[in-house]
């Protein structure tokens, strides 16, 4: 049966707001407890200097249910970062919600084309990317060699 959707509003908040902390320490629990402790973070962790555009959703209690952000990238470009839905608020249009709105912050920034990394034991994380138009690419950057990362891309267009 489907869940009916959340409606939600999105908008930047700084990456280290009360709030946003507390998604990205609940991202990183379900990480760790997938992967192990610090395993499944190749490269240098995200910080608010690192990713200056972080988006909250927002449920209409004001409850903040999930998070994204961008990650500009040397050479141009960005990388979507901290994907995350709390469980309560999953399989209800919030991550895709908040995925368009960083796509939408990546285009207002003149950017054409997002990258991002999944890992191995997100099989719910690699079908809705390439549900909403992300195609897998060759592992990038800091993910190169790592076993157990999945790059994906979209051009914006």
Same mark, same amino acid.
């Given at each position: 049966?489907?869940?009916?959707?959340?409606?939600?509003?999105?908008?930047?908040?700084?990456?280290?707001?009360?709030?946003?902390?507390?998604?990205?320490?609940?991202?990183?629990?379900?990480?760790?407890?997938?992967?192990?402790?610090?395993?499944?973070?190749?490269?240098?962790?995200?910080?608010?200097?690192?990713?200056?555009?972080? /988006?909250? @959703?927002?449920? =209409?209690?004001?409850? %903040?249910? *999930?998070?994204?952000? !961008?990650?500009?990238?040397? $050479?141009?470009?960005?990388?979507?970062?901290?994907?995350?839905?709390?469980?309560?608020?999953?399989?209800?249009?919030?991550?895709?919600?908040? /995925?368009? @709105?960083?796509? =939408?912050?990546?285009? %207002?920034? *003149?950017?054409?084309? !997002?990258?991002?990394?999944? $890992?191995?034991?997100?099989?719910?994380?690699?079908?809705?990317?390439?549900?909403?138009?992300?195609?897998?690419?060759?592992?990038?950057?800091?993910?190169?060699?790592?076993?157990?990362?999945?790059?994906?891309?979209?051009?914006?267009?």
């Amino acid at each position: 049966m489907p869940t009916e959707a959340l409606p939600v509003t999105i908008g930047r908040e700084p990456f280290d707001s009360p709030d946003a902390a507390t998604l990205r320490a609940a991202q990183r629990a379900e990480l760790d407890a997938r992967y192990g402790n610090d395993s499944h973070e190749p490269g240098p962790v995200p910080t608010a200097d690192s990713v200056p555009v972080f /988006l909250v @959703a927002r449920d =209409d209690a004001g409850s %903040a249910v *999930g998070c994204g952000g !961008l990650r500009p990238l040397d $050479g141009g470009g960005a990388e979507v970062k901290r994907m995350y839905v709390a469980p309560h608020a999953r399989g209800r249009g919030v991550s895709t919600a908040i /995925l368009r @709105a960083i796509e =939408d912050e990546a285009r %207002a920034m *003149g950017l054409a084309r !997002l990258v991002l990394e999944t $890992g191995s034991a997100q099989p719910d994380a690699m079908r809705f990317y390439e549900r909403e138009g992300y195609t897998r690419i060759a592992n990038f950057g800091h993910y190169a060699d790592s076993e157990l990362s999945l790059c994906y891309a979209r051009d914006l267009g």
